[in-house]
């Protein structure tokens, strides 16, 4: 695979998770990485990104609680999710974005208990 997430699971609300993200070595050129989620019946959504710069950027709903980093010599991004919320519960994807081109994770699973 192009990319694989991994750090998804089952946690408590209040708790925390941290998600992995790895671009295969045949992957050049990456201009951002970002994290989307998709909880059932909705759209998916930006959660954060963050350029190869190290701009970041965030959803509203995830500020002060989620950070995103990234080790671009590894061409791996993390999201570390602290606080976390049942709304929160949703396919996590990872999207690496080069020129003109994009690659996608398969996704892992978050899911928040109440």
């Known amino acids: 695979a192009q990319v694989v997430e991994s750090g998804g699971g089952l946690v408590q609300a209040g708790g925390s998770l941290r998600l992995s993200c790895a671009a295969s070595?045949?992957?050049?050129?990456?201009?951002?990485f970002n994290w989307y989620r998709q909880a059932p019946g909705k759209q998916r959504e930006l959660v954060a990104g963050?350029?190869?710069?190290?701009?970041?950027k965030y959803a509203d709903s995830v500020k002060g609680r989620f950070t995103i980093s990234s080790d671009n010599a590894k061409k791996e991004v993390y999201l570390q999710m602290n606080s976390l919320k049942p709304e929160d519960t949703a396919i996590y994807y990872c999207?690496?974005?080069?020129?003109?081109?994009?690659?996608w994770g398969q996704g892992t699973q978050v899911t928040v208990s109440s």
């Open positions: 999207n690496i974005v080069l020129i003109g081109y994009g690659y």
């Open positions: 963050i350029s190869s710069g190290g701009s970041t």
């Open positions: 070595e045949t992957i050049f050129g990456i201009n951002q």
